[in-house]
């Protein structure tokens, strides 16, 4: 395998948490609704992802259990700030502690003090036959686990949703100007409700996939500010899916080349590399990013009676 | 209160009415909206519903459209008692209505914004095209020509009004509600939505239209109700009223109709002789107060939106600049007022200079400016009237001691505002959002007058407003150019320009391209300027 | 009269009158903070009866380890001041509708200039050594938000996710500053060496407050009243009430907005000067804590009310220190907390519907 | 050492037993560093049959705070379990001299406390044998070293490795690489993952929960690389590639130290060792003559024939 090939392989194993969490992200804020609980839930989707897997047998049950409880508080944050118009932020912060608190909670009762904590096994590769034997391209990209192809098709799955569907034409519109939607008889509020669920869930798996692709077990700590960077990615990627998928690329790319930069023997403080990507990103906006736009409606509530929430 | 309309009432109830709203109640907190309002729309008929501000037509029509849930009452449609819990529900039983402020995303296409909200199927992908060819036929077919293909945020008002009406029809409406439809139009806009008011109606649907302006309502509708006060105060057939009577049904009070009679019969009859404002006329020997030269502004996307403009105001004259919507007007505006940078040119107010300063000094320097969207640019929503008042002097020395806000003297003058102007408001406490357009006006207005400006730019001042309102505009416009001010008035109501103005200067695309002077004004001469299709030497 | 109106439920407005508070209205939010904090122990006291742990022992241990000894009142007050700090540095940009979600990397680079002088300067005495101190953490805290407000202003970058990516950066500074340049050997963590001695605040009292706190507490009120009061406070208010209004009637909004987020920024950096010179004398990693996160929270339960978050940040000290109790003498473990603190914000927002709805149906 | 633990004094309740408070750093679910110091106290409190409280996941910034609520609760002993309170331990010392602190440290202090026992935990000694383990068995003379910060501690340990490769005469040199964090698994393993492309083959981990990561890396792939662990046993994380673990135990440190705390002696130095706390296991998935050379190491290091330098100094 080149070193090429390996870095890359890297960096596409590196993007699924980004590509899932800020996708996530997007979900529900084109529908309006700004979750900022990204780090807990991908600390609770890594907790149950692992207990489930490991108690019930299997990674799917696993990952189908943490995509079902992240959705459960996705859909909690929709619900009180569609039925209730509870401020977005706060209640994203509140779910943010309770999640992450429930995470470490349950690894402590399910498992307790023990010097040999027990594991799961980690995803295999799943090779594509034909694609995978493409030079470079086909072991970066076709040599990968499930949880890999997952994240590109659901990247794949949103565009379509969002661009070329009906649905997502309504979803839209819920983000932009909520009032214009619903005077033509679309749902807000369970458009909103569902897109929030959906979203959470998707960051759940992207905890979940953690502990199935990095360690077999949960450790806290494991999500290590990859889900505010979530957020960072969602602004980075202009809302839109498929600038998304390119954002986690850049992002996974210099979270990898950073570390590479150091294996390489380069005399630089290795501080100052890690803020690398961070400085990267910023500079990138600074010279292509004319175009982030966020949707119009993010992270306000809609009430039908008012006169001010227009 | 019992009104002598009564009688006609029965005269104009059709057998079985198309639509019949009965006892509709409908309270904000402690504020009734409604309160207790019957209608009735006949078939084929366009139904004019008039009323001053916040009479509650707005409300009415927001309950039959399923957006309010009304607290007591009952819908009938067809005969059947239907019940309306939101919008689905209305579009469903045929419902269709183009609010006040256009309910659009501004960011889709209007194929886009047409079929939101439909079932159209999904997979493979939602065919857009074949629905664009759809509508592009519904709008030739009501003369409501629209590029299906366009982003609605680069519209004119005109063409997004359509949009909203199209809208309406691609779901098959069988009532269309139009809430205030013309008071973003132009003449030529104003006869083509009549135009295609009728075409709608002769295929059999009903219109309900609701308007301030007693002149449209006597020109396309066929039976009007009149609101007053969250009231249903009485319903005529047109043949068989004034706009007289209709001004007095609305004001509810005769001494104010008296009042307001030049805003009810503008630009139906020739001018009415103005008493009490004599010495405006001697305007043309008074001295140049502001002179502009050469105003060159670019517009939001960074095109140049205005081209070369030069003009004069002397002290006391009201110079009107008549066009339709988008052709430069909103910059042109916001470049005289300091709001928006020149790209070149010179503003001189009293022959002091002030191009390029920063809008503070323009507005220290005695520049005015009442903008056109009072609710995007004039306020602070949640904020109360006082702080509202206080926008714009902040730093001046009127509201200071020291470093800080003197709140207590900004309270006393808003309080004093609320009196002169007649700011109708619980108390100077109120957040200005939950204010009626007219009130919201009349507070932009006591704050640009509060100023005591040396210029004052109004922009469309009487959009959206009722016949008091617009009256109390007009008045106090004059008495700012009686006190010696230099006022341009920005409009496309020529009604309104031909009434206040001693001069009228023509835009089209950013150019001036004419000029006329009191007593040689002529609308459909005008109108042709507008449009761009007379040059004048 | 009629009597026939239908009990509709009329939803809420949406939360953010913030018409100065009136007696009843400040009654009744006082109210719904108690309940909320009533509710939010009861339902984490049934789980943390679940887990067998036994709840009032628990509750005991927060309510009284702020107030039973002098030491946690100390404790307490010192806790307070970076939340205050940092809970008005997300408030100020807030007035202005910006949202400064990098308090945690002004804090560090505050903090690490502060560390900075106090290094190298050592020796002067502590007339100029402690304001030198305290200056260089405001300057920096201000330079570093004023990277994130350029940013927006001149390249429209949203502030949210500048300001989070800029915490990320901080980290890497103290680190390396930590562990590099003026690392402590002997600290077994990123820590630097002691700042001299002329660079720390004072200590008062019994047990030993520092001044900080003082300071805090002058620097809060000096923001409220510019908030409430001053011109500058009025503008911020109305760029965040309406931004193009205010720009129409002659308030540059860009820098009202550059302004306040610089302003925050000063304040978290206060913030990271006042935990060097006051409570660590060094520099550590890890000193924000998660201040960030808490502050954030202060600013909204606040509402925005730039009188209300001196208050409110006790309230949350004091759950702070008492957190770690609960897990001492109760043996409640300590992830606890977070689901404490999570339940009080859910029953704060909670019972402000429900007041709305009582407070509505008793008109 | 000759003391056995607990073997001397098991004082009945009430009679003067120990009231022991213990502060850590993460949670004691890690089955890492926490755990150990978990399990040493809860060992302490059968033992010694004493009162025990801990705190976890206690901020350095938080630890004097924390530290000082136990003293306000009357503990008789703290023990703070890590090195980065170190500072915080014997500023409170100093303040409190009715109180007994056992401290972590990684090096002998230069002052002594009255009421301080100082617990040295002497990493540098079991990377030697690593170092031995890694000449011997590295094929490519690469070897990476994967640490979280850049702490004194952890470049005593790179030296340690140094110095047993210039002891066994071989010319295989080391890569030190931090990820920024001892329990970050994610950035460990892609860091692993890229030391292994660069060639190294053995990889000697200096992480806490970041470890499980560094396994990942190679767990399933066929390369011929050995990874070794510090604090615990790892092997069931990766059997093929783990070779071995730098093993640490607290109990009977612990266990000690209070012994001789109730015998009145209130301050004192306890360095960790192949006697005490440190052993080195047994290594796996190597050449029985390598394991042998490490066996052989660590009797070295006991007898005194190897002094393992404790080198403090930064890489370059
Ligand atoms: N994040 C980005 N990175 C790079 N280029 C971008 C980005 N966002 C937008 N662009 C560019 O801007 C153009 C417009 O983007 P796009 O078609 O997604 O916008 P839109 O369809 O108007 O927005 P939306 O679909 O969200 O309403 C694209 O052609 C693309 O080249
Ligand atoms: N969403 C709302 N919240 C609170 N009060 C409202 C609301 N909508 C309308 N009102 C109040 O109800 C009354 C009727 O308002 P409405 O908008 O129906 O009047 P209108 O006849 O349409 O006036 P206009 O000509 O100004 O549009 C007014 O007093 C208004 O302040
Ligand atoms: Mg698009
Ligand atoms: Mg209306």
Same mark, same amino acid.
């Given at each position: 395998?080149?070193?090429?090939?390996?870095?890359?392989? &890297?960096?596409?194993?590196?993007?699924?948490?980004?590509?899932?969490?800020?996708?996530?992200?997007?979900?529900?804020?084109?529908?309006?609704?700004?979750?900022?609980?990204?780090?807990?839930?991908?600390?609770?989707?890594?907790?149950?992802?692992?207990?489930?897997?490991?108690?019930?047998?299997?990674?799917?049950?696993?990952?189908?259990?943490?995509?079902?409880?992240?959705?459960?508080?996705?859909?909690?944050?929709?619900?009180?700030?569609?039925?209730?118009?509870?401020?977005?932020?706060?209640?994203?912060?509140?779910?943010?502690?309770?999640?992450?608190?429930?995470?470490?909670? &349950?690894?402590?009762?399910?498992?307790?003090?023990?010097?040999?904590?027990?594991?799961?096994?980690?995803?295999?590769?799943? @090779?594509?036959?034909?694609?995978?034997?493409?030079?470079?391209?086909?072991?970066?990209?076709?040599?990968?686990?499930?949880?890999?192809? &997952?994240?590109?098709?659901?990247?794949?799955?949103?565009?379509?949703?969002?661009?070329?569907?009906?649905?997502?034409?309504?979803?839209?519109?819920?983000?932009?100007?909520?009032?214009?939607?619903?005077?033509?008889?679309?749902?807000?509020?369970?458009?909103?409700?569902?897109?929030?669920?959906?979203?959470?869930?998707?960051?759940?798996?992207?905890?979940?996939?953690?502990?199935?692709?990095?360690?077999?077990?949960?450790?806290?700590?494991?999500?290590?500010?990859?889900?505010?960077?979530?957020?960072?990615?969602?602004?980075?990627?202009?809302?839109?899916?498929?600038?998304?998928?390119?954002? @986690?690329?850049?992002?996974?790319?210099?979270?990898?080349?950073?570390?590479?930069?150091?294996?390489?023997?380069?005399?630089?403080?290795?501080?100052?590399?890690?803020?690398?990507?961070?400085?990267?990103?910023?500079?990138?906006?600074?010279?292509?990013?004319?175009?982030?736009?966020?949707?119009?409606?993010?992270?306000?509530?809609?009430?039908?009676?008012?006169?001010? @929430?227009? | 209160?019992?009104?002598?309309?009564?009688?006609?009432?029965?005269?104009?109830?059709?057998?079985?009415?198309?639509?019949?709203?009965?006892?509709?109640?409908?309270?904000?907190?402690?504020?009734?909206?409604?309160?207790?309002?019957?209608?009735?729309?006949?078939?084929?008929?366009?139904?004019?519903?008039?009323? /001053?501000?916040?009479?509650?037509?707005?409300?009415?029509?927001?309950?039959?459209?399923?957006?309010?849930?009304?607290?007591?009452?009952?819908?009938?449609?067809?005969?059947?008692?239907?019940?309306?819990?939101?919008?689905?529900?209305?579009?469903?039983?045929?419902?269709?209505?183009?609010?006040?402020?256009?309910?659009?995303?501004?960011?889709?296409?209007?194929?886009?914004?047409?079929?939101?909200?439909?079932?159209?199927?999904?997979?493979?992908?939602?065919?857009?095209? /074949?629905?664009?060819?759809?509508?592009?036929?519904?709008?030739?077919?009501?003369?409501?020509?629209?590029?299906?293909?366009?982003?609605?945020?680069?519209?004119?008002?005109?063409?997004?009004?359509?949009?909203?009406?199209?809208?309406?029809?691609?779901?098959?409406?069988?009532?269309?509600?139009?809430?205030?439809?013309?008071?973003?139009?132009?003449?030529?806009?104003?006869?083509?939505?009549?135009?295609?008011?009728?075409?709608?109606?002769?295929?059999?649907?009903?219109?309900?239209?609701?308007?301030?302006?007693?002149?449209?309502?006597?020109?396309?509708?066929?039976?009007?109700?009149?609101?007053?006060?969250?009231?249903?105060?009485?319903?005529?057939?047109?043949?068989?009223?004034?706009?007289?009577?209709?001004?007095?049904?609305?004001?509810?009070?005769?001494?104010?109709?008296?009042?307001?009679?030049?805003?009810?019969?503008?630009?139906?009859?020739?001018?009415?002789?103005?008493?009490?404002?004599?010495?405006?006329?001697?305007?043309?020997?008074?001295?140049?107060?502001?002179?502009?030269?050469?105003?060159?502004?670019?517009?939001?996307?960074?095109?140049?939106?205005?081209?070369?403009?030069?003009?004069?105001?002397?002290?006391?004259?009201?110079?009107?600049?008549?066009?339709?919507?988008?052709?430069?007007?909103?910059?042109?505006?916001?470049?005289?007022?300091?709001?928006?940078?020149?790209?070149?040119?010179?503003?001189?107010?009293?022959?002091?200079?002030?191009?390029?300063?920063?809008?503070?000094?323009?507005?220290?320097?005695?520049?005015?400016?009442?903008?056109?969207?009072?609710?995007?640019?004039?306020?602070?929503?949640?904020?109360?009237?006082?702080?509202?008042?206080?926008?714009?002097?902040?730093?001046?020395?009127?509201?200071?001691?020291?470093?800080?806000?003197?709140?207590?003297?900004?309270?006393?003058?808003?309080?004093?505002?609320?009196?002169?102007?007649?700011?109708?408001?619980?108390?100077?406490?109120?957040?200005?959002?939950?204010?009626?357009?007219?009130?919201?006006?009349?507070?932009?207005?006591?704050?640009?007058?509060?100023?005591?400006?040396?210029?004052?730019?109004?922009?469309?001042?009487?959009?959206?407003?009722?016949?008091?309102?617009?009256?109390?505009?007009?008045?106090?416009?004059?008495?700012?150019?009686?006190?010696?001010?230099?006022?341009?008035?920005?409009?496309?109501?020529?009604?309104?320009?031909?009434?206040?103005?001693?001069?009228?200067?023509?835009?089209?695309?950013?150019?001036?391209?004419?000029?006329?002077?009191?007593?040689?004004?002529?609308?459909?001469?005008?109108?042709?300027?507008?449009?761009?299709?007379?040059?004048?030497? | 009269?009629?009597?026939?109106?239908?009990?509709?439920?009329?939803?809420?407005?949406?939360?953010?009158?913030?018409?100065?508070?009136?007696?009843?209205?400040?009654?009744?939010?006082?109210?719904?903070?108690?309940?909320?904090?009533?509710?939010?122990?009861?339902?984490?006291?049934?789980?943390?009866?679940?887990?067998?742990?036994?709840?009032?022992?628990?509750?005991?241990?927060?309510?009284?380890?702020?107030?039973?000894?002098?030491?946690?009142?100390?404790?307490?007050?010192?806790?307070?001041?970076?939340?205050?700090?940092?809970?008005?540095?997300?408030?100020?940009?807030?007035?202005?509708?910006?949202?400064?979600?990098?308090?945690?990397?002004?804090?560090?680079?505050?903090?690490?200039?502060?560390?900075?002088?106090?290094?190298?300067?050592?020796?002067?005495?502590?007339?100029?050594?402690?304001?030198?101190?305290?200056?260089?953490?405001?300057?920096?805290?201000?330079?570093?938000?004023?990277?994130?407000?350029?940013?927006?202003?001149?390249?429209?970058?949203?502030?949210?996710?500048?300001?989070?990516?800029?915490?990320?950066?901080?980290?890497?500074?103290?680190?390396?500053?930590?562990?590099?340049?003026?690392?402590?050997?002997?600290?077994?963590?990123?820590?630097?060496?002691?700042?001299?001695?002329?660079?720390?605040?004072?200590?008062?009292?019994?047990?030993?407050?520092?001044?900080?706190?003082?300071?805090?507490?002058?620097?809060?009120?000096?923001?409220?009243?510019?908030?409430?009061?001053?011109?500058?406070?009025?503008?911020?208010?109305?760029?965040?009430?309406?931004?193009?209004?205010?720009?129409?009637?002659?308030?540059?909004?860009?820098?009202?907005?550059?302004?306040?987020?610089?302003?925050?920024?000063?304040?978290?950096?206060?913030?990271?000067?006042?935990?060097?010179?006051?409570?660590?004398?060094?520099?550590?990693?890890?000193?924000?804590?998660?201040?960030?996160?808490?502050?954030?929270?202060?600013?909204?339960?606040?509402?925005?009310?730039?009188?209300?978050?001196?208050?409110?940040?006790?309230?949350?000290?004091?759950?702070?220190?008492?957190?770690?109790?609960?897990?001492?003498?109760?043996?409640?473990?300590?992830?606890?907390?977070?689901?404490?603190?999570?339940?009080?914000?859910?029953?704060?927002?909670?019972?402000?519907?429900?007041?709305?709805?009582?407070?509505?149906?008793?008109? | 050492?000759?003391?056995?633990?607990?073997?001397?004094?098991?004082?009945?309740?009430?009679?003067?037993?120990?009231?022991?408070?213990?502060?850590?750093?993460?949670?004691?679910?890690?089955?890492?560093?926490?755990?150990?110091?978990?399990?040493?106290?809860?060992?302490?409190?059968?033992?010694?049959?004493?009162?025990?409280?801990?705190?976890?996941?206690?901020?350095? =910034? !938080?630890?004097?705070?924390?530290?000082?609520?136990?003293?306000?609760?009357?503990?008789?002993?703290?023990?703070?379990?890590?090195?980065?309170?170190?500072?915080?331990?014997?500023?409170?010392?100093?303040?409190?001299?009715?109180?007994?602190?056992?401290?972590?440290?990684?090096?002998?202090?230069?002052?002594?406390?009255?009421?301080?026992?100082?617990?040295?935990?002497?990493?540098?000694?079991?990377?030697?044998?690593?170092?031995?383990?890694?000449?011997?068995?590295?094929?490519?003379?690469?070897?990476?070293?994967?640490?979280?910060?850049?702490?004194?501690?952890?470049?005593?340990?790179?030296?340690?490795?140094?110095?047993?490769?210039?002891?066994?005469?071989?010319?295989?040199?080391?890569?030190?690489?931090?990820?920024?964090?001892?329990?970050?698994?994610?950035?460990?393993?892609?860091?692993?993952?890229?030391?292994?492309?660069?060639?190294?083959?053995?990889?000697?981990?200096?992480?806490?929960?970041?470890?499980?990561?560094?396994?990942?890396?190679?767990?399933?792939?066929?390369?011929?690389?050995?990874?070794?662990?510090?604090?615990?046993?790892?092997?069931?994380?990766?059997?093929?590639?783990?070779?071995?673990?730098?093993?640490?135990?607290?109990?009977?440190?612990?266990?000690?130290?209070?012994?001789?705390?109730?015998?009145?002696?209130?301050?004192?130095?306890?360095?960790?060792?192949? !006697?005490?706390?440190?052993?080195?296991?047994? =290594?796996?998935?190597?050449?029985?003559?390598?394991?042998?050379?490490?066996?052989?190491?660590?009797?070295?290091?006991?007898?005194?024939?190897?002094?393992?330098?404790?080198?403090?100094?930064?890489?370059?």
């Amino acid at each position: 395998m080149t070193e090429v090939t390996s870095f890359l392989q &890297l960096v596409v194993t590196a993007m699924v948490p980004f590509i899932l969490a800020a996708q996530g992200t997007m979900l529900a804020g084109r529908a309006g609704v700004f979750n900022v609980a990204q780090e807990g839930l991908m600390m609770l989707g890594a907790s149950v992802g692992f207990l489930v897997s490991l108690k019930f047998g299997g990674n799917l049950v696993g990952l189908v259990v943490a995509a079902l409880v992240g959705g459960f508080f996705g859909w909690f944050l929709g619900w009180v700030t569609t039925r209730f118009r509870l401020d977005q932020f706060v209640i994203g912060l509140a779910l943010f502690f309770a999640a992450t608190g429930v995470a470490s909670l &349950l690894y402590k009762v399910v498992i307790g003090v023990t010097l040999q904590p027990p594991l799961i096994p980690t995803l295999d590769d799943v @090779s594509i036959p034909l694609l995978s034997s493409i030079p470079v391209l086909g072991p970066v990209l076709f040599q990968q686990s499930a949880m890999v192809y &997952l994240a590109f098709v659901v990247s794949g799955l949103l565009y379509w949703l969002l661009y070329r569907t009906n649905h997502g034409l309504k979803l839209r519109s819920v983000g932009e100007n909520p009032k214009a939607a619903d005077s033509l008889g679309v749902n807000v509020a369970r458009t909103r409700i569902w897109c929030s669920a959906a979203g959470a869930a998707l960051m759940a798996l992207a905890g979940a996939y953690l502990p199935m692709t990095y360690t077999g077990t949960y450790t806290e700590g494991m999500v290590a500010g990859r889900g505010w960077l979530a957020i960072a990615l969602a602004f980075f990627g202009g809302w839109r899916p498929q600038y998304i998928l390119l954002g @986690s690329a850049f992002f996974a790319g210099m979270e990898v080349l950073a570390l590479r930069v150091q294996v390489g023997g380069l005399d630089v403080p290795h501080q100052f590399i890690s803020m690398l990507p961070y400085v990267a990103t910023l500079l990138v906006m600074m010279f292509a990013l004319r175009f982030a736009r966020i949707p119009a409606f993010l992270g306000r509530n809609y009430d039908r009676e008012s006169r001010t @929430s227009h | 209160m019992t009104d002598s309309t009564d009688s006609i009432d029965s005269a104009v109830r059709a057998p079985r009415p198309l639509l019949h709203m009965d006892g509709i109640r409908k309270t904000f907190g402690p504020v009734v909206a409604l309160d207790g309002v019957d209608l009735t729309v006949g078939r084929n008929e366009v139904h004019g519903l008039l009323g /001053g501000n916040g009479a509650g037509k707005t409300t009415l029509m927001n309950v039959l459209y399923g957006l309010y849930r009304p607290d007591a009452g009952t819908v009938t449609l067809d005969g059947a008692e239907v019940v309306i819990r939101d919008p689905r529900d209305a579009i469903a039983h045929g419902i269709g209505m183009v609010h006040q402020n256009f309910l659009q995303v501004d960011t889709y296409s209007v194929t886009e914004n047409i079929v939101l909200g439909t079932d159209l199927p999904s997979w493979p992908a939602i065919n857009l095209r /074949g629905e664009a060819e759809r509508i592009a036929e519904l709008s030739t077919r009501f003369g409501l020509t629209v590029d299906p293909g366009a982003t609605v945020a680069d519209l004119s008002v005109g063409l997004r009004q359509r949009v909203e009406i199209l809208k309406a029809l691609y779901r098959g409406a069988k009532v269309l509600v139009l809430d205030e439809p013309t008071t973003n139009l132009t003449p030529q806009e104003v006869d083509s939505l009549f135009g295609s008011l009728r075409a709608i109606v002769d295929e059999g649907m009903s219109v309900v239209f609701i308007t301030h302006k007693i002149r449209e309502t006597m020109a396309v509708c066929d039976t009007l109700t009149v609101m007053r006060d969250g009231r249903r105060v009485g319903t005529v057939a047109r043949r068989a009223t004034t706009p007289t009577e209709l001004a007095g049904l609305m004001v509810g009070d005769d001494a104010m109709v008296s009042r307001v009679t030049e805003v009810v019969t503008a630009g139906m009859v020739a001018p009415v002789a103005r008493e009490g404002a004599p010495s405006t006329y001697a305007v043309s020997d008074a001295p140049e107060r502001v002179v502009v030269s050469g105003v060159v502004a670019r517009n939001d996307q960074g095109v140049a939106a205005t081209h070369d403009v030069s003009l004069s105001v002397r002290g006391g004259e009201v110079l009107g600049i008549a066009g339709v919507a988008g052709n430069g007007q909103v910059e042109l505006a916001e470049a005289l007022s300091g709001v928006r940078p020149m790209v070149s040119g010179a503003v001189s107010l009293d022959g002091k200079d002030l191009a390029g300063a920063p809008t503070a000094t323009w507005l220290d320097g005695g520049v005015a400016y009442v903008p056109e969207d009072r609710h995007r640019d004039g306020i602070l929503p949640s904020e109360s009237i006082v702080e509202n008042l206080v926008l714009g002097a902040q730093r001046g020395r009127r509201f200071r001691s020291g470093p800080f806000l003197d709140w207590r003297r900004a309270r006393q003058h808003a309080e004093a505002s609320i009196k002169a102007f007649s700011i109708k408001a619980p108390s100077a406490s109120t957040p200005a959002a939950q204010l009626s357009g007219g009130n919201i006006q009349r507070i932009i207005l006591a704050r640009a007058f509060s100023h005591e400006p040396g210029f004052l730019i109004l922009h469309n001042p009487t959009r959206g407003l009722d016949i008091p309102s617009t009256q109390f505009v007009y008045d106090r416009t004059r008495e700012a150019a009686a006190n010696g001010s230099a006022v341009l008035l920005i409009s496309e109501d020529l009604d309104e320009l031909t009434n206040l103005c001693d001069r009228i200067l023509v835009v089209y695309s950013g150019r001036i391209v004419g000029e006329r002077r009191r007593g040689e004004y002529d609308q459909y001469e005008i109108g042709h300027l507008m449009a761009g299709l007379e040059e004048s030497a | 009269m009629t009597t026939t109106t239908i009990p509709v439920q009329t939803p809420p407005k949406s939360g953010t009158g913030t018409s100065p508070g009136r007696g009843p209205a400040l009654a009744r939010q006082v109210a719904s903070y108690v309940v909320a904090v009533l509710m939010a122990f009861v339902v984490a006291g049934v789980v943390i009866a679940i887990l067998g742990h036994n709840p009032l022992d628990a509750y005991r241990a927060i309510v009284t380890t702020s107030f039973k000894s002098g030491f946690g009142f100390v404790e307490t007050m010192h806790k307070w001041v970076p939340l205050v700090l940092l809970a008005l540095a997300f408030t100020i940009p807030l007035a202005a509708g910006k949202y400064n979600i990098g308090g945690e990397g002004q804090l560090l680079v505050g903090a690490t200039a502060s560390t900075a002088a106090g290094i190298l300067l050592a020796d002067l005495p502590l007339p100029v050594l402690l304001p030198l101190v305290l200056v260089c953490g405001v300057l920096a805290g201000a330079v570093f938000a004023w990277i994130a407000a350029w940013l927006m202003d001149r390249f429209g970058i949203n502030e949210i996710l500048s300001t989070v990516l800029l915490n990320f950066v901080s980290f890497g500074i103290v680190d390396y500053v930590a562990s590099e340049v003026w690392s402590d050997p002997a600290a077994g963590h990123p820590t630097t060496i002691p700042i001299g001695d002329g660079g720390l605040l004072p200590l008062v009292g019994r047990p030993p407050m520092h001044l900080g706190v003082l300071l805090a507490v002058l620097v809060t009120a000096a923001v409220v009243v510019v908030m409430r009061r001053s011109v500058p406070g009025y503008e911020l208010r109305a760029v965040g009430a309406n931004a193009r209004a205010a720009q129409v009637h002659g308030i540059r909004i860009g820098r009202v907005a550059v302004g306040s987020l610089v302003v925050g920024g000063a304040l978290a950096g206060l913030a990271g000067a006042i935990e060097v010179a006051g409570v660590h004398g060094k520099l550590i990693e890890g000193m924000q804590s998660n201040y960030l996160l808490l502050g954030i929270i202060i600013g909204l339960i606040a509402r925005g009310n730039a009188l209300a978050v001196p208050f409110v940040a006790f309230g949350i000290a004091v759950l702070e220190v008492g957190s770690s109790a609960m897990q001492r003498s109760a043996g409640v473990p300590s992830e606890m907390v977070l689901i404490v603190e999570a339940l009080i914000l859910l029953f704060l927002l909670f019972s402000d519907v429900v007041g709305a709805r009582l407070g509505r149906s008793s008109r | 050492g000759s003391n056995e633990p607990g073997s001397s004094t098991t004082a009945g309740p009430g009679g003067g037993a120990p009231r022991i408070a213990a502060i850590f750093s993460g949670s004691a679910t890690d089955a890492d560093y926490n755990a150990l110091g978990l399990l040493a106290l809860q060992a302490a409190e059968k033992s010694q049959g004493a009162e025990t409280a801990h705190s976890e996941s206690v901020p350095v =910034p !938080d630890a004097e705070r924390v530290m000082k609520e136990y003293l306000a609760d009357g503990y008789t002993v703290i023990w703070s379990h890590g090195s980065q309170y170190f500072e915080a331990t014997s500023k409170l010392a100093k303040q409190n001299p009715d109180v007994t602190f056992i401290g972590e440290f990684d090096n002998k202090p230069k002052e002594s406390v009255p009421n301080l026992w100082v617990l040295d935990r002497n990493f540098h000694t079991a990377f030697y044998p690593l170092g031995i383990l890694a000449a011997a068995q590295s094929k490519s003379g690469k070897i990476g070293y994967v640490g979280g910060l850049s702490l004194p501690f952890s470049y005593s340990e790179v030296h340690a490795i140094n110095q047993a490769l210039k002891d066994s005469g071989s010319s295989a040199t080391v890569t030190p690489v931090w990820t920024g964090d001892f329990n970050d698994p994610t950035k460990a393993q892609q860091i692993t993952s890229q030391l292994v492309g660069q060639g190294n083959d053995v990889i000697i981990g200096s992480l806490n929960l970041g470890m499980v990561g560094a396994f990942q890396a190679l767990k399933g792939k066929t390369d011929n690389v050995i990874v070794t662990a510090k604090y615990t046993d790892k092997s069931q994380f990766d059997p093929q590639h783990y070779a071995t673990s730098a093993i640490y135990d607290f109990t009977k440190p612990l266990g000690d130290m209070l012994t001789k705390i109730k015998a009145g002696e209130r301050n004192g130095y306890y360095p960790l060792g192949f !006697d005490a706390g440190v052993s080195i296991q047994t =290594p796996k998935n190597v050449d029985p003559a390598v394991a042998a050379k490490v066996e052989q190491a660590v009797a070295d290091i006991r007898s005194g024939k190897v002094m393992v330098e404790k080198n403090l100094t930064p890489i370059k």
